[in-house]
């Protein structure tokens, strides 16, 4: 059973640009999430996606975006970016509750200069 | 509100030593617990997770973690430690009020001495 791919891993982006990072669920999983991590913010929740549907929304400004599609891979989008976004970016999917846990992806690597 | 806490931001221990990295958890309803490790430039990896069935829990690895309701904690151990285990360990807590947000703990980087 193939994992959570996230693409790409590695990226590199000027100030004010925009990005969108993709994921791709286990196969049944219709619970996508994203996290940011940081060194000095830790593991930050940004939302979550349950069969196309914002189910559930962290503390983030509005330049931070996501959507789900009906297979359930998800895409999430950061606009006009700052230096501070810069982070690994974690998408993890479930099958739709939390009792079941995340099974993370490697991670989007985001470089932001 | 949920919230973890992980004692010790760093942990060292030698190899064959036993490991123990705490968690206390904070949840006004019944918690949903997991321990998850993350190697360098890797996302996380389910280590185990308490859903209300046994206290004790096992995972992979050779770790396993103790449920203590009267103590809110669920420390992570492992009786003796290998190099391999040398890795950030992040505690996080759900419950059926958070839906599937989970809430994760600031991790504790363990660091196995030769």
């Known amino acids: 059973k193939a994992g959570v791919t996230q693409t790409p891993r590695y990226l590199i982006k000027t100030r004010g640009q925009q990005v969108t990072l993709s994921c791709s669920p286990i196969s049944g999983h219709r619970s996508v999430s994203w996290y940011q991590q940081t060194p000095g913010q830790g593991l930050q929740f940004l939302f979550e996606?349950?069969?196309?549907?914002?189910?559930n929304k962290g503390n983030f400004p509005g330049r931070f975006s996501g959507r789900q599609f009906s297979n359930s891979r998800s895409e999430m989008n950061v606009s006009t970016l700052e230096l501070g976004d810069s982070a690994l970016y974690l998408c993890?999917?479930?099958?739709?509750?939390?009792?079941?846990?995340?099974?993370f992806g490697s991670g989007t690597r985001l470089t932001v200069v | 509100a949920q919230s973890v806490t992980q004692l010790g931001s760093h942990v060292s221990v030698s190899e064959g030593a036993l490991v123990l990295l705490r968690c206390n958890y904070s949840s006004s309803v019944p918690p949903y617990l997991f321990w998850y490790v993350q190697y360098p430039n890797q996302g996380l990896q389910l280590l185990l997770k308490y859903t209300s069935a046994a206290t004790l829990v096992k995972g992979i690895n050779g770790f396993e973690a103790e449920f203590k309701k009267s103590e809110t904690s669920f420390h992570l151990t492992k009786p003796s430690a290998h190099m391999s285990d040398a890795a950030e360990y992040f505690c996080?807590?759900?419950?059926?009020?958070?839906?599937?947000?989970?809430?994760f703990g600031t991790g504790t980087s363990l660091t196995v001495i030769p």
């Open positions: 996606y349950f069969s196309e549907t914002q189910r």
């Open positions: 996080a807590v759900v419950t059926k009020n958070t839906g599937n947000q989970f809430y």
């Open positions: 993890a999917s479930s099958p739709g509750q939390g009792e079941y846990g995340y099974t």
